[in-house]
């Protein structure tokens, strides 16, 4: 059984530690950013194990959704830390190449499924999910 964060609640603000891959040829290094914001609810386009936050205004990017199997620590507003849970979950996620060259994360559960890519937002499909179900 894995374990990971649980979703925080809506309106908790909150700062969240992510750790992703280097995308520098040749580095196997894990680069680490936190991300401070205020936790929104999730929308349907939502992949279900994302967290939706909204972030400093100063960003270009206002909103973002977070995978939980990224998130290396929570910290609430108040100094809380939040503790990861055992999950038994069935959700199955690939990173995927977009046609710009841009990662999309597609993300399976049960017979639901989701991508983080525009076309997706639009249309509720995209060739990434039916390449990967062989369509």
């Given amino acids: 059984m894995n374990t990971q964060f649980?979703?925080?609640e809506p309106g908790c603000l909150v700062a969240i530690t992510v750790a992703f891959p280097s995308y520098v040829i040749g580095t196997a290094t894990v680069n680490k950013t936190t991300i401070t914001g205020v936790v929104e609810k999730a929308t349907k386009f939502t992949p279900p194990n994302f967290v939706r936050i909204a972030t400093d205004f100063d960003s270009p990017v206002c909103v973002r959704e977070i995978?939980?199997?990224?998130?290396?620590n929570i910290e609430h507003a108040d100094g809380r830390v939040a503790q990861k849970t055992?999950?038994?979950d069935d959700t199955r996620t690939w990173t995927v190449e977009g046609s710009r060259g841009s990662k999309h994360v597609v993300a399976q559960t049960k017979n639901s499924w989701s991508c983080s890519c525009?076309?997706?937002q639009f249309r509720k499909t995209c060739r990434h999910i039916n390449e990967?179900?062989?369509n």
């Fill in 67 to 72: 995978p939980l199997e990224r998130i290396i």
């Fill in 118 to 120: 525009p076309g997706f």
């Fill in 132 to 134: 990967l179900k062989g």
């Fill in 6 to 8: 649980s979703i925080p």
């Fill in 86 to 88: 055992k999950i038994q």
